[in-house]
């Protein structure tokens, strides 16, 4: 089977095509490289020893797509292709109306012109809102609080809409948690541009040096220390869980709704202990500010995964620091050096 990756070339897309391409379905990578580097594909490559047909296009560009699926005879797409920083989407919201939703409806409406009708969305759990309780199940209240969040939304309805219209479609909606790791060959993963906004990133760059202390956005939540918990989970994790939805989706007879995360919420001064460990680096931190719009504690009831799935995360924090460590300091400006 062959499988359209947009944005394959990035973060989860890159190792998404790893487990993808070593569990049997080939793959094209479709990405416009505004947040990723040629470099990731070339060393996904070297992981699986095999050139990766990549071509370079929009999602918002019917023409570019249409190359696509008149060049491949695409099964199934897998659609990463997004932007995803909290901050930048309140200061541009037409940017990210537009290359989220307008992208992805574009994409739908191609895909359909071709008769190709299976879709894996990358949705997130930023669509819970503040929930009112944790765990959080799939069937929990939705809101979002900035324009990243409400793309999802809107993305999710219009996929859920496609399938009212015509019910020959296969639609999978995987709710992502906070995924951090990288693959275990420290030879790809997580390169933000300039300062990152997300955690993970923000703590293994202060270990290596490149900032001089990570700022802890509130210690007066109501959780264990008093700093905000979420749900870490690996990268290849999630990665497994798209390859799982990919196995299953011809036998899903509607659109399915599923997290993916662990179920284990760990504050961000235990990720700031856990990095130590794994990487025996000190990393400094200051407490500041809540940071506007964070809620206290966010994690997954993964049951649904197990049961429609057969998927599980089997990584834990340790692991994830371990993976991130390797990454980071082989690799200490990213796909750059
Ligand atoms: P990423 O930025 O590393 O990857 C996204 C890729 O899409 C990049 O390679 C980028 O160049 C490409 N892209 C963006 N707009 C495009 C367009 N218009 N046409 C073609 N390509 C385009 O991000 P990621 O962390 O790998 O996230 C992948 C998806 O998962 C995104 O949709 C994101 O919103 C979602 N998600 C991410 C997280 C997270 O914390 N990383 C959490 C939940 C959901
Ligand atoms: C985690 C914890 C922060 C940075 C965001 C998006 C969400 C999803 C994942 C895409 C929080 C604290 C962080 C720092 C800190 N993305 N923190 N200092 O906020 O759970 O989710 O990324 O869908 O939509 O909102 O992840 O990694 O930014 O923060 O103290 O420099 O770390 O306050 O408690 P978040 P995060």
């Given at each position: 089977m062959k499988i359209l990756v947009t944005g394959g070339a990035g973060y989860i897309g890159s190792h998404t095509t790893i487990l993808l391409i070593e569990a049997g379905y080939e793959v094209v990578i479709f990405d416009n490289f505004s947040n990723a580097s040629k470099e990731s594909i070339r060393r996904v490559e070297a992981i699986v020893g095999k050139e990766i047909a990549v071509i370079e296009g929009d999602i918002r560009s019917r023409e570019d797509l249409r190359k696509v699926f008149m060049a491949h005879k695409i099964d199934a797409v897998i659609h990463f292709a997004g932007l995803k920083a909290v901050g930048e989407s309140v200061e541009q919201p037409l940017r990210y109306y537009d290359n989220n939703v307008n992208g992805s409806a574009v994409l739908c409406e191609v895909m359909s012109e071709y008769n190709c009708k299976s879709i894996i969305f990358s949705s997130s759990?930023?669509?819970?809102?503040?929930?009112?309780?944790?765990?959080?199940?799939?069937n929990f209240p939705l809101s979002a609080t900035n324009p990243y969040g409400r793309s999802k939304l809107m993305v999710e309805e219009i996929l859920r809409d496609v399938y009212v219209s015509d019910s020959e479609w296969k639609i999978v909606l995987l709710r992502y948690f906070n995924p951090v790791g990288a693959h275990?060959?420290?030879?790809i993963g997580e390169d933000p541009n300039g300062l990152p906004n997300n955690l993970m990133p923000f703590i293994s760059q202060t270990a290596v040096g490149k900032r001089e202390y990570l700022s802890?956005?509130?210690?007066?939540?109501?959780?264990v220390d008093g700093t905000g918990v979420r749900d870490y989970i690996h990268v290849v994790d999630l990665a497994q869980g798209h390859v799982n939805a990919l196995d299953r989706i011809k036998n899903f007879k509607e659109p399915m709704t599923i997290n993916l995360g662990t179920g284990n919420g760990y504050s961000v001064l235990e990720m700031v202990e856990a990095f130590e460990r794994a990487s025996e680096k000190k990393v400094s931190y200051k407490i500041a500010e809540r940071r506007a719009g964070d809620i206290a504690t966010c994690f997954a009831d993964p049951s649904y995964a197990k049961e429609v799935l057969d998927w599980e995360a089997k990584r834990g924090i340790d692991e994830m620091c371990e993976d991130v460590w390797r990454w980071q300091s082989q690799n200490p400006s990213g796909y750059i050096s």
């Open positions: 759990a930023t669509v819970y809102g503040d929930p009112h309780t944790t765990p959080i199940l799939e275990a060959s420290g030879t802890v956005f509130g210690n007066d939540y109501d959780t």
